[in-house]
């Protein structure tokens, strides 16, 4: 069996693959996997199957299909919640959009996005939570918020979360299959000799610091695949505005894709950005870098646009955010400085 859990991973799903024995009876594909896929019901894969995530032999299958001998089947399901107590706090959401079906949402910095050790409330799902138990009750809605990806506690941006088990699995798949379309803007430490280019390279826990992620090689089999797409959007000399396309989605993919490649973010604390890499050794210089760290003390990334569609209507949407304040600001400052110095 071939399991991805969202461990090491923003997205917040896990694949299953199976191969039935040469020996097998045929037998209903619901009642083949509630035995072999863990905290899981049969409401949950029967809807699982309604939205294409049930695929036998490469082929989408519906709940009453009859798993025969050999049969490859591999099944997409949104990550089980973690049994913790979810605790409604009424905290203030900038919220883009919302329907029976789905909401989208601007985070600030400093949300961590679910609940875990350390961090058992002021969290996202707990703002979550109280928002969705001040609302009218519709229909299918579970009372928990879906989550199919999240965001670093210091990364800003757009994040759509699921109302439904409807939702969810739909949405689960469309990140799974890469159907979605998640854009980033990062300012990145150095200048580039190409206007885009592409970083390619497995995403794992370090082997020294299980902390921080590493990049490991293709060929070898530590980490998960990763892609990440980018292309310059202002060149300030000692750092650049870059834009991000992922077409995975890692834990600190970006991050750790553009320290690979010699660009560490700008303030980032955990992959050495937080310190002068580029530049002189005047003191005035030393000075406008402390400034801009007091002014941005996080990594200098913004989920800035998400495209989805969606699980009820079908319609494709697109959802788009400004810059946060402190990013804003230091674009500026550094847009003042390399006019100076040119």
């Not at 990594?299 to 998400?306: I, P, R, V």
Request: charged share 25%; glycine share 8%; proline share 5%.
């Amino acid at each position: 069996m071939e399991d991805k859990s969202p461990q090491d991973s923003e997205e917040l799903f896990e694949h299953h693959s199976f191969t039935a024995d040469k020996g097998q009876e045929p037998l209903r594909i619901d009642k083949f996997l509630i035995d072999r896929v863990p905290n899981t019901s049969r409401n949950r894969l029967q809807i699982a199957a309604k939205n294409g995530n049930i695929l036998v032999n490469n082929l989408p299958v519906k709940s009453n299909y009859k798993v025969r001998p050999n049969d490859n089947i591999s099944i997409v399901l949104p990550y089980p919640v973690r049994e913790i107590e979810l605790i409604p706090e009424d905290i203030p959401l900038e919220i883009l959009y919302e329907d029976d079906e789905v909401l989208v949402l601007n985070k600030q910095a400093g949300m961590v996005v679910h609940p875990g050790y350390g961090n058992y409330t002021g969290t996202l799902v707990n703002a979550l939570v109280h928002h969705f138990e001040n609302l009218p009750p519709s229909i299918d809605y579970s009372g928990r918020p879906g989550l199919v990806h999240r965001l670093d506690k210091n990364t800003t941006g757009i994040m759509v979360v699921a109302k439904t088990e409807n939702a969810l699995t739909h949405l689960a798949k469309q990140f799974f299959d890469r159907t979605s379309e998640r854009n980033y803007y990062a300012i990145v430490w150095g200048d580039f000799d190409e206007e885009n280019g592409t970083v390619v390279g497995n995403v794992g826990r370090s082997i020294k610091n299980r902390k921080v992620m590493q990049v490991f090689d293709e060929d070898t089999e530590l980490g998960k695949h990763a892609v990440t797409h980018y292309e310059v959007v202002q060149r300030f000399g000692y750092v650049t505005l870059v834009k991000c396309k992922l077409e995975t989605g890692r834990t600190h993919q970006i991050r750790i894709h553009m320290k690979h490649i010699g660009h560490p973010l700008f303030g980032d604390p955990e992959y050495g950005g937080d310190r002068i890499i580029k530049g002189t050794t005047f003191s005035k210089y030393k000075q406008f870098i402390e400034n801009c760290f007091k002014v941005l003390p996080r990594q200098a990334l913004h989920a800035k646009s998400l495209g989805f569609t969606h699980p009820g209507t079908g319609e494709w949407m697109e959802f788009g955010s400004d810059l946060p304040n402190d990013m804003e600001e230091v674009l500026a400052r550094w847009d003042r400085y390399a006019s100076g110095r040119s």
